[in-house]
């Protein structure tokens, strides 16, 4: 196979004559094609089959250990000016960017197939979604890719008939960290990524396209780009509000998008349309409307279970990728929490001893197709998208951020995602469980400066009655002991329903300082073993706590400058002022 499109051809045989291959595949996305790479991947041992009896079409892939999450101290994005970066990226001048990575490429691609991949972000038919095309020398980004976008001829049809799409070019290099790069050229649609395989690094729909060169390009045409799973929830009645929410990696995206409702909420569904990222476009009447880009899910493994997430536990019971997960003894995947069965093998191929740490990494994913989910929405396919009633940031405190309130406008909300913060997890290496400000959840993942991105954010507010609600939630509220005061999981419907209760008017709230907070009475805790002093402790605001966090948000916020909008410094303002007056 080869394109008629010669801008695209073109960039393939330049890769080729710096990379030097022995072979180039073009990847149709079949079924054939899928089945002869994972062969080839299980004969040289980058794959193994698990146990096909209780797993079917289930494989594992264990990592380079020093590869086992994303590198934001690697992950660059090189605008023309430094400015358009901003303070919360990393910054290289392009020309120094392409040179220092590209002689990392030079015959990266020795010995190796070249694979190239036509993708399309979003439905096929939607003039939402956007393109892409990945270069790579692993069979295990193509058979990932596969899962995660829709990828191979119709994609390819529909980059040559457009001819718009994202250069994406990867390779694993030797994943040397010393030689790891992870480099977005929002400006010029590319992306190069080299020494990682893993896959917030290597599948390059994902969080380089779908989100940091997504951002930037959404801004220049007036849309979001979003770090946001979409779900649908449908009541009794069967009405169903879609809710976009945004919570930092590994907080209960996934777990939330697919939440099963609680034995008290007889009549309820669940429908997921995606897990991760949001696309939100304005439609004609001015309403918001979201498409998940991404087609499957690459979501942590440790945790899931029967109770936490059993549409998940389900779904990766059948053709699913596992990465670093443990082995028990008859070669069923295992992971920490899993409830059942023993490791024997952890996720570095040794033989399990607790003494070295967990069996499965804390970071190890699965990645499997949306298809396989039981609550999966068939809207999801749809191109128009659905209408989002509300916006939801969230993050993980032990303390201050109450479970849920609402802010009081459009304005409010903005600079309520703007100021999420949450502490850090293994999804990134690092330190993990420090509090860090992570705006809309996009810290790691926006393409451009932060300042702009709000001004960006607050030029929707012009036709607010369409809007969405803006609503934080924290579903991480400890006690002095360290337990959590609110049960999460499927209960987390007992704060979804208020907040679509709210969307309707029907719902009651209190004005406080820092926004709208539901009385205790206001949500439904029958059938729930939680104490009054514990819904008060949920659902009140500490006034001495919140000065303090409003001090530093302002510092924070005014980081960035003159690019800081008035309007966002303006609303801080009022909530100090707000806070002041509370006593
Ligand atoms: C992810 C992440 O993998 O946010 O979704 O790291
Ligand atoms: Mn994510």
Redesign the pocket.
């Known amino acids: 196979m080869t394109t008629t499109l010669s801008e695209l051809q073109e960039w393939v045989d330049s890769v080729a004559a710096r990379t030097q291959p022995d072979n180039i595949h073009w990847c149709d996305g079949g079924e054939a094609e899928n089945q002869s790479l994972i062969e080839a991947m299980c004969e040289s041992g980058v794959l193994s089959p698990l146990n096909q009896e209780k797993f079917p079409d289930c494989y594992l892939h264990l990592s380079d250990p020093s590869d086992v999450?994303?590198v934001e101290h690697l992950t660059f994005v090189c605008t023309s000016n430094q400015d358009d970066a901003g303070p919360n990226n990393n910054w290289m001048a392009p020309a120094d960017a392409h040179e220092k990575i590209d002689a990392l490429f030079d015959g990266a691609m020795k010995g190796r197939t070249m694979y190239v991949i036509p993708y399309c972000m979003g439905p096929i038919k939607s003039p939402y979604a956007r393109l892409g095309v990945e270069i790579t020398d692993s069979p295990y980004v193509v058979v990932n890719m596969r899962l995660m976008t829709r990828m191979g001829a119709d994609a390819l049809k529909r980059i040559e008939k457009e001819g718009v799409f994202v250069k994406g070019l990867h390779s694993t290099g030797d994943l040397d960290p010393e030689r790891r790069f992870i480099m977005h050229f929002p400006e010029e649609l590319s992306i190069k990524s080299i020494g990682s395989g893993y896959?917030?690094n290597a599948l390059l729909g994902?969080?380089c396209h779908a989100l940091r060169i997504a951002s930037y390009q959404a801004r220049t045409e007036g849309w979001l780009a979003e770090?946001m799973l979409i779900v649908g929830i449908e009541n009794p009645h069967g009405e169903v509000h879609y809710v976009a929410c945004a919570f930092?990696?590994?907080c209960g995206?996934t777990n939330l998008a697919m939440l099963i409702p609680p034995e008290s909420h007889k009549g309820w569904r669940i429908w997921t349309l995606g897990d991760?990222i949001a696309w939100l476009h304005k439609d004609e009447g001015g309403k918001l409307r979201a498409i998940n880009p991404e087609a499957g899910y690459?979501g942590?493994v440790p945790g899931t279970n029967e109770k936490t997430n059993k549409n998940a536990y389900d779904m990766i019971h059948g053709e699913t990728i596992f990465t670093n997960v443990a082995t028990t003894e008859d070669n069923e995947p295992w992971w920490e929490d899993k409830k059942t069965g023993e490791p024997s093998t952890d996720w570095q191929g040794r033989d399990y001893d607790p003494e070295s740490g967990p069996a499965a990494h804390p970071n190890s994913?699965f990645t499997v197709s949306a298809t396989r989910n039981k609550s999966y929405s068939l809207l999801a396919d749809a191109p128009e998208g659905v209408p989002i009633s509300a916006i939801v940031f969230g993050g993980r405190r032990k303390e201050l951020a109450p479970l849920v309130y609402e802010a009081k406008d459009w304005n409010h909300g903005v600079l309520v995602g703007a100021s999420v913060a949450s502490e850090t997890t293994a999804?990134?290496i690092g330190e993990v469980g420090v509090v860090r400000r992570d705006p809309m959840a996009m810290k790691?993942f926006c393409g451009y400066n932060f300042a702009d991105y709000w001004s960006h954010w607050l030029t929707f507010a012009d036709n607010e009655r369409r809007l969405p609600r803006i609503f934080h939630v924290n579903w991480f509220r400890q006690d002095n002991d360290g337990k959590f005061l609110w049960p999460g999981f499927g209960e987390n419907l007992r704060v979804l329903r208020w907040i679509m209760e709210r969307c309707e008017d029907r719902a009651e709230a209190r004005e406080t300082p820092i926004g709208f907070l539901p009385k205790p009475s206001d949500i439904d805790t029958s059938g729930l073993d939680i104490a009054d002093e514990t819904m008060d402790a949920l659902l009140s605001v500490n006034v001495e706590q919140w000065r303090e966090e409003m001090d530093s948000v302002g510092e924070y916020l005014e980081s960035y400058g003159d690019r800081l909008p008035e309007i966002l410094r303006q609303e801080h303002a009022a909530i100090v002022e707000n806070l002041k007056k509370a006593g």
């Open positions: 999450a994303r896959g917030g994902k969080k770090h930092p990696s590994a995206k991760d690459f942590v994913r999804a990134n790691p």
